[in-house]
């Protein structure tokens, strides 16, 4: 259990009304709540039965009260040069001590992949650096490529070697290649697939049964990450018959016995966002979060870490580069506040294709990724540190919790979410939840969980370019708490409670 040294101003500015100054990092809270010490009387919240959860953990990560913080384009090795510029080759210590510092836990999808029946030194080597870091990493193997056949061309089941009498033993030997017959705690899972075109489903299908016949694998799962939600139906690019995202979403779990319903959402094409985006942005999540439950296994977002994406490997002008950090952080705490159980960054490592820049140079440092294309700490490299610190403080209460419902205030959320968006059963319209009887002040929306019987809420200023003061009030006066920001912990008696929060920012309070 992750523990936090919680502190407020001299004078406590509590009752006194006493302000901190501005680079104080601790929870903003109103006169109307003070420090709890010991043996202060307050009120015990009426406990409940627990709400059924779901969740996805790992025992190397920590077990179930940490959070899967990953990303997708794991650290390779490249060195050499490309037109005079030198290529980092990312398999070092400074990287992966980089990566673990700023809370990423696990990786997926690399370049360097594992063949099966060869020596395999870089995939090696990497992990070895996440054994040393204490990193998840999920193996991407040319033999698992083979099994699913590609977007353009079909494997028929009966051609598909899993299929035989030998699959799963030709599986079992790949397996235990990677870990070393299970002496590499590290290794997660296999990469099965990354957004999974319809008349691939089969095929990962017979993939997923087989895996999971498997011994010895533990916790280790196929991961796969799913095409994210389109209105109306798609046709792949000529690649499938016309289907819509349901039927898709519908097909992937009849098919696959998936553990976890990963998702890919990229709301910011631009330095300058429209506000309008938000509507499609909270649509999408509720759908997900929806699809998520019904089908009883936890959702993961993939958010992007920076924007530019070049995959047609082209000569593209270099713009201002976005998202910001409130929109980050805005996109990690609302994800939270919708009961995504996983968190992923998009990339994680600036491949070399999202250099190509106007003039044939590249930019290798300012456009993408946590770490840049020549080793370099990107600003979203720092933006994701302080929002994963948060989820480091806060996963323990959410992991174990059940998502309820959300509530949405304030005149542009209310406009956004609700009016011009189609929110789901999650929408509490009430505003009330339990002991909280009404909120107040700036825009946000309020996650509302279930956390072993009891309640916790987890405030998230919805503004990206203003701070917010929020107030809860709640049905007593003298209820204790647990508020949790930016990476602190603070325990307070109080009635009504007002959160100072950055913009894009959350606390989480949990009542005791």
């Known amino acids: 259990m992750k523990k936090f040294v919680s502190f407020l101003c001299a004078g406590l500015m509590l009752l006194l009304g006493a302000g901190c100054g501005d680079n104080d990092n ?27 959860y779901y969740a996805l953990y790992y025992d190397y990560l920590g077990g179930e009260t940490v959070m899967p913080v990953g990303g997708f384009y794991a650290p390779y090795s490249a060195g050499g040069s490309l037109d005079g510029n030198n290529i980092k080759d990312f398999l070092t210590d400074e990287v992966f001590s980089a990566l673990a510092d700023a809370g990423i836990n696990n990786m997926f999808y690399s370049v360097d992949r594992w063949t099966k029946g060869a020596a395999n030194p ?30 353009t061309q079909d494997i028929p089941l009966e051609d598909m070697p899993l299929s035989g009498d030998n699959g799963q033993q030709e599986l079992q030997e790949l397996f235990d290649e990677i870990t070393q017959n299970g002496e590499r705690d590290c290794v997660i899972g296999l990469l099965a697939c990354d957004e999974p075109f319809p008349r691939q489903l089969d095929n990962l299908g017979v993939l997923s049964d087989v895996f999971d016949s498997l011994e010895g694998t533990g916790q280790a799962n196929l991961y796969m990450n799913m095409v994210g939600r389109w209105e109306g139906e798609n046709n792949f690019w000529g690649q499938s018959d016309p289907i819509t995202w349901e039927d898709y979403i519908d097909s992937v779990f009849e098919n696959v016995n998936l553990k976890m319903l990963s998702f890919t959402q990229y709301p910011y094409s631009s330095a300058e966002t429209p506000e309008s985006n938000l509507t499609s942005y909270f649509n999408k999540l509720s759908v997900y979060r929806k699809v998520a439950y019904e089908h ?56 070399e294709h999202f250099a190509y820049q106007t003039g044939e140079t590249y930019d290798f440092e300012n456009r993408n ?35 309820v419902g959300v509530i949405v205030h304030g005149e542009d959320a209310e406009y956004y979410i609700v009016e011009q968006g189609t929110p789901g059963e999650e929408y509490i319209s009430s505003k009330q939840f339990r002991q909280l009887t009404g909120v107040s002040g700036d825009d946000c929306i309020i996650g509302c969980f279930d956390y072993k019987g009891g309640t916790a809420l987890y405030v998230v200023n919805y503004s990206r370019k203003e701070k917010a003061d929020i107030t809860l009030s709640f049905d007593k006066d003298n209820y204790r708490y647990n508020v949790i920001q930016r990476g602190q912990s603070t325990d307070v008696v109080g009635g009504r409670m007002t959160l100072t929060l950055d913009a894009g920012e959350a606390a989480l309070v949990v009542l005791f």
């Open 26 to 52: 601790s929870v903003k809270s109103s006169v109307d709540v003070v420090l709890y010490t010991e043996g202060m009387e307050y009120t015990e919240t009426e406990k409940g039965e627990p709400l059924t």
């Open 122 to 151: 870089k995939i090696e080597k990497a992990l070895d650096l996440c054994e040393k870091y204490g990193i998840g990493y999920v193996v991407e193997a040319f033999y698992i490529d083979a099994q699913i056949g590609t977007r």
């Open 296 to 351: 009883g296994v936890p959702h993961f977002r993939m958010m992007q870490a920076g924007g530019q994406w070049n995959d047609l490997r082209q000569w593209v002008e270099t713009v201002d580069p976005y998202p910001s950090e409130a929109e980050l952080l805005f996109d990690v705490n609302s994800s939270l506040a919708y009961g995504c159980k996983g968190i992923q960054y998009f990339p994680l490592v600036q491949p």
């Open 369 to 403: 990724g946590l770490i840049g294309g020549a080793g370099n700490l990107t600003r979203w490299y720092y933006y994701a540190k302080r929002a994963n610190t948060q989820v480091a403080a806060v996963d323990e209460y959410l992991m174990c919790s059940a998502n």
